[in-house]
């Protein structure tokens, strides 16, 4: 696995290590990792979102009502 050596601020820092502290995560890379993964994960459903919102903006009207539309939308986002 690449190594990378990264600085954070200080609150950032205490942050990390009362993670690691608590046994929550068993390292700082270990949590980072989490982290990215989540904010990749996170990307993805917004990318998902933008693509859906840009085919509505082009699709003109629909006869859904916004319940369908929500109930529609929590079920492709939770998969």
């Not at 690449?2 to 950032?12: G, L, W």
Request: hydrophobic share 30%; charged share 35%.
């Amino acid at each position: 696995m690449p190594r990378q050596s990264i600085s954070f601020s200080k609150p950032n820092d205490e942050w990390l290590k009362n993670q690691v502290d608590s046994e929550e995560y068993s390292s700082k890379s270990e949590l980072v990792n989490d982290l990215i993964r989540q904010a990749r994960k996170q990307q993805i459903q917004v990318d998902w979102l933008r693509a859906k919102l840009d085919k509505a903006e082009t699709s003109g009207f629909t006869k859904d009502t916004k319940e369908e539309i929500l109930r529609q939308s929590k079920s492709l986002l939770n998969g």
